[in-house]
């Protein structure tokens, strides 16, 4: 995924090589153009996939003339640019024609166009927003759409709460695609110009693109109350975000219509809203005594893990037997939504590979599982089986590490740790002592600071050996000591440097 400056440097390096009238054909028809698109991420598809859009103009100036203004998809100019150039680099009968005048002109109203779909857009909106106009094209390299398939959207929405959507779908392949659905409605003037208000916002700011050279792009159009037009646009993956809104989302949850492509294509994402998860075993237990006439005590054992998005908490419940329940919440704002976020509702728990027919039963212990999944769009899903490899989701692992990980993040507090109710405060006079262990050692060795953050665990810089080379170490304890107490002469102790940084790592 290049830079827009790369592309537009290269748009214009190569646009006044093709403008030099001395420049010898060997130089543009060598390897290093073709060395830079295969850089850029430019497919050579020998044109195909620009003349299905726009016929002749993948190879005649003339008819490249009438279009040219119209091309706003810079993954699509690049691939027909490559493409052209590999005609004269492999196929023509003489490379030298690329210097004829037609053809000249042909890759520098090409190059010319790149350049400018690839200009640095410093570009920011000033005043109100009065409508934005949205035209989204999900067009991207790999197998051609059906014809029935939607390939772009134009959604307009203006400040009195008018919504207006034009769809096209791809049709047979000619420049034109074929009008699909049409959908005009209102909404109230307050969520209309809330959507219109956020998303000037957003482009008030700096706005830099990243664009992706293998996926589809997005335009935009934003009117003020001024009358004044301003332009934007990008890769249809934008993941376009303002105070914690995403501008995509908040579009298709305002207006309600089906499949918005929008500024990230992501239209048919559903969420994970709750996951409930019981867990039930059942063990049969030879007692070393007999009681009564029973062979076997049974011991019925459950856990509960319910992850909740409105809630926004995780709570895990054990039931170990009569009177004995354990509990724990966490209630993390933010972060329980993030963690639901990261699930894919398309994919979670589809796949259970199963136990073979002749799998041997343990008569002594049943171990099962029920996992109830509430989706914001799809209905509930209810998923039960045995509790073991074969048995459970194949992306069980995954999913049980990453709750996991999170649960334990937060640990069981400070209360009962003894490292915080051991932990004795430093006097006037006392000496900070680290006692810190180099990689791949299990000895430790005492340096001395002034830095009272550190703590144990955290990792620091130190001069080692006699040539005082630098190294990160590992802090195993923090101690502080008198002069005449101290383990070495804080003179002939050496010092720490500092805390290490990320940069150290690397």
């Known amino acids: ?9 290269f748009a214009v390096k190569w646009g006044k090589k093709f403008r030099d009238e001395e420049i010898n054909y060997i130089e543009l028809v060598d390897h290093y153009f073709a060395d830079e698109c295969d850089e850029l991420g430019f497919v050579m598809d020998s044109g195909e996939a620009f003349s299905q859009q726009y016929g002749s103009a993948s190879y005649d100036s003339r ?49 010319d166009r790149l350049a400018l779909l690839s200009e640095e857009n410093t570009l920011r909106f000033v005043g109100k927003p009065q409508s ?56 109230e003037k307050q969520i209309s110009q809330k959507i219109l208000n956020l998303v000037g916002a957003y482009f008030s700011q700096e706005y830099t693109e990243i664009f992706a050279t293998d996926i589809g792009y997005w335009n935009l159009e934003i009117i003020n109350t001024d009358g004044e037009v301003y332009f934007f646009s990008g890769s249809l993956c934008a993941d376009l975000e303002i105070d914690g809104v995403n501008l995509s989302n908040l579009i298709r949850s305002e207006i309600n219509i089906e499949n918005l492509y ?18 039930h075993r059942v063990t049969k237990i030879r007692p070393q005594e007999s009681i009564g006439e029973k062979e076997y005590v049974t011991w ?60 041997i039963e343990n008569l002594n212990e049943t171990r099962k599982y029920k996992i109830i999944i509430d989706f914001e769009k799809k209905e509930q899903k209810t998923i039960t089986g045995t509790y073991d490899k074969k048995g459970l989701p194949n992306d069980w692992a995954d999913f049980a590490e ?40 299990y000895k430790t060795y005492f340096y001395i600071t002034d830095d ?27 101690e502080y000591f008198s002069e005449e107490d101290a383990p070495l002469s804080p003179s002939k102790t050496k010092k720490i440097i500092r805390k290490s940084t990320e940069e150290d790592f690397k």
């Open 63 to 111: 008819e490249l003339k009438k279009v040219i203004n119209g091309i706003s998809d810079i993954e699509l100019l690049g691939s027909a640019i490559y493409s052209r150039w590999r005609y004269f680099n492999h196929w023509a009968y003489d490379g030298e024609e690329i210097l004829e005048d037609c053809n000249r002109a042909w890759f520098i109203l090409a190059l």
């Open 402 to 441: 990453y709750v996991l990980e999170f649960i334990l993040f937060y640990g069981l507090g400070e209360i009962l740790d003894p490292s915080t109710y051991n932990k004795t405060r430093r006097c006037e006079g006392e000496y900070i002592y680290l006692s810190v262990a180099f990689e791949d050692s």
């Open 132 to 187: 934005i106009r949205i035209i989204s094209n999900n067009i991207s390299y790999g197998p051609y759409p059906d014809f029935t398939d939607e390939v772009e959207q134009h959604l307009e929405i203006n400040d009195e709460g008018q919504v207006s959507l034009k769809a096209f779908d791809f049709g047979d392949g000619s420049k034109d695609f074929t009008k699909g659905r049409s959908i005009e409605f209102n909404i």
């Open 300 to 359: 019925d054992y459950s856990e509960q893990l319910v992850i909740d998005r409105k809630t926004e908490s995780i709570e895990h419940i054990q039931n170990i037997g009569s009177g004995c329940i354990i509990s724990r919440k966490l209630k993390v704002q933010g972060g329980v939504e993030a963690l639901l976020d990261d699930l894919d509702a398309e994919s979670l728990f589809e796949n259970i590979e199963g136990n073979p027919p002749n799998v």
């Open 262 to 279: 929008l500024f990230d294509n992501n239209y048919n994402t559903d969420k994970v809203n709750k996951i409930f998860i019981d867990y």
């Open 452 to 478: 009272d953050s550190i703590e144990a665990g955290d990792f620091v810089l130190v001069p080692a050996g006699k040539d005082n080379h630098q190294a990160i170490v590992k802090v195993i304890s923090v």
């Open 1 to 9: 995924m290049p830079e827009r400056k790369s592309i537009n440097d």
